[in-house]
């Protein structure tokens, strides 16, 4: 059986001291490394939640794929916690890559957030599959945040005053956006974190660390919101180690998830793909199937914007049996939003990933469910509701039904004026490529400007 290393490491310092296996760095042979990596009882599994790649190129490395590219290099190192030297690879890996690797026209900030999405992907590998506790070194997409008093003793009073201050502040998120409570969610945070040095029986602390994963999310989805993603990066990995230490699989779910949904706005879905591959492993721990169900609908969309329509069916399928399975009175807190309204939000956002690709068989079946999701919302989800607006509008101009597009568009920039969030200008992003298209229409022309001003103006 395999030993964590102090490190955060599958294995204990020793193993890579190994003669074979300082070999085998040299080298650089991945596949002979990951070969002594199991007969150190390493799973497959491990190895790709540790160096963020998918079981099936672990799989594939282990037949003897060759591995040869820089950061893949760096990446594997990092993530299995050996040092960089022993592969002959400089430490400063961003610097390396940028030097040696970089494309004509790339940009050195947006190479700076591909590192730092990989850190972050190799962190939640790591503490979702228990490779990682507190203490470990964090990476400098993490950040610090200032410190107030607290009180020297605690109650599970104090830590549902926590609970009820993080669900008035989320669901202020959900009705006018992260602009309108990321700053109170964090000054919450910096005031709450303060409580883990306060005396406490065994029983509030476990609550407490419940309580801490759940504002930390918060304060990272809000971050998220507000196209903050230093922040969001630092404040998800928290709320994961959080979630861990106190031994809440659906909240570690949750977690992922949200993580999972930041890079498929960002148009990364197979790194979403892998963060919420991680999330289902701790989602079926968890014996939720809500949670369950909440993680395969969003594979479903990372596999819509992979245009892969098989993978697609079989993960709606498998959304709407867990769906039907699930007790919904029962399940956890923070998954209670996934509702049949929510399912069909869902659904229409991969036929609408789906539509990029083949619109004349999708765009219907889009317009078909964020339909149904858009005659349901309330006032208590606008932000959800802009953007369901939005692509069921996109989906009608897709099917040919330009002047129901132009209408339903119109809707989506009306509520969007009242949400607080940078997210609404990117997720309105393709209206105005699909009425743009519509060069012999004047009305789609005039509306293509109009949403191209609105964009620009909340972009600011």
Not at 45 to 67: D, F, H, M, N, P
Not at 423 to 450: C, G, I, S, W, Y
Request: glycine fraction near 8%; hydrophobic fraction near 40%.
């Amino acid at each position: 059986m395999n030993t964590i290393g102090s490190n955060g490491s599958l294995v204990t310092p020793e193993v890579w001291e190994g003669r074979e296996m300082r070999q085998a760095l040299a080298n650089r042979d991945i596949s002979d490394i990951y070969k002594l990596l199991r007969k150190h009882g390493v799973s497959q599994r491990q190895i790709a939640a540790a160096t963020g790649q998918s079981q099936s190129e672990v799989s594939e490395i282990l037949k003897g794929r060759q591995v040869i590219a820089y950061d893949v290099l760096a990446r594997i190192a990092d993530g299995l916690g050996v040092p960089r030297g022993y592969m002959g690879l400089a430490y400063d890996g961003a610097k390396a890559v940028r030097a040696t690797e970089q494309e004509p026209g790339g940009s050195p900030a947006e190479e700076d957030e591909t590192v730092k999405r990989r850190k972050f992907l190799t962190h939640a590998a790591a503490v979702a599959m228990g490779a990682s506790v507190f203490g470990a070194e964090e990476g400098d997409w993490l950040m610090s945040s200032a410190q107030t008093p607290a009180p020297s003793r605690i109650g599970m009073t104090d830590v549902q005053q926590i609970q009820a201050a993080t669900k008035a502040l989320r669901d202020l998120d959900y009705r006018h956006g992260g602009g309108t409570c990321r700053d109170a969610v964090v000054a919450q945070l910096n005031w709450a974190r303060q409580l883990l040095h306060a005396d406490c029986t065994e029983q509030v602390k476990q609550r407490l660390f419940v309580s801490l994963a759940d504002m930390h999310s918060l304060a990272g989805w809000t971050s998220f919101d507000m196209g903050l993603m230093d922040p969001a990066r630092s404040h998800f990995g928290k709320a994961l180690q959080f979630a861990k230490q106190a031994n809440d699989d659906s909240l570690a779910a949750n977690v992922l998830y949200r993580m999972g949904r930041v890079y498929l706005h960002y148009q990364q879905p197979n790194e979403a793909l892998k963060l919420f591959q991680l999330g289902q492993i701790a989602a079926q721990d968890s014996g939720s199937s809500l949670t369950v169900a909440v993680m395969c609908a969003n594979e479903g969309w990372a596999y819509g914007m992979l245009n892969r329509p098989d993978q697609v069916g079989k993960m709606l399928g498998r959304t709407q049996d867990e769906f039907a399975r699930a007790e919904h009175n029962q399940e956890p807190d923070w998954v209670k939003f996934f509702d049949q309204n929510d399912l069909h939000g869902m659904t229409g956002s991969v036929y609408d990933a789906l539509a990029e690709f083949t619109p004349e068989r999708y765009a219907p079946l889009a317009v078909a469910e964020t339909l149904k999701s858009n005659q349901s919302y309330g006032d208590d989800m606008q932000r959800s509701h802009v953007f369901m607006l939005g692509m069921q509008a996109t989906n009608h101009m897709r099917s040919g039904d330009v002047q129901q597009g132009i209408k339903v568009g119109r809707q989506a920039l009306e509520l969007g004026s009242l949400v607080k969030s940078a997210r609404v200008p990117d997720r309105l992003r393709p209206l105005q490529l699909e009425a743009a298209k519509h060069t012999m229409n004047p009305d789609a022309r005039d509306f293509a400007e109009q949403v191209r001003t609105f964009r620009e103006a909340r972009s600011v």
